[in-house]
């Protein structure tokens, strides 16, 4: 069970830091519901992720550590948010 854990919380950490991302894009900046992430901002924020949790902070504390898989789940989650999630809101009219 820790591992499905570990892992499980990595592969769903991109979808819902971009998801957070896009929602606050919509709400504050263009104040539309159309507006969707590129696969740039996509990318930005899988390596950014990456580079911090599995580079940075086990390189400044013991408390950390590097897994390879979980950069490969970073990049699995930001796949699933780039093509399953990343859509334009759309109203249900009756």
């Known amino acids: 069970m820790p591992y499905l854990n570990g892992y499980l919380t990595d592969a769903f950490a991109i979808p ?3 998801n957070l991302g896009l929602w606050f ?3 504050f900046i263009y104040k539309t519901n159309y ?3 590129s ?3 996509v990318i930005f924020v899988v390596v950014y992720v990456s580079v911090v949790f599995e580079g940075l ?3 400044l504390s013991v408390k950390y550590t590097a897994d390879w898989i979980d950069v490969l789940l970073y990049f699995a989650g930001g796949m699933f948010f780039y093509f399953v999630m990343n859509k334009p809101l ?3 009219r009756d």
């Open 16 to 18: 819902v830091i971009a």
């Open 25 to 27: 894009q919509r709400v």
């Open 35 to 37: 507006y969707v992430l």
């Open 39 to 41: 696969a740039w901002h």
């Open 57 to 59: 902070l086990p390189w």
């Open 90 to 92: 759309v109203e249900i």
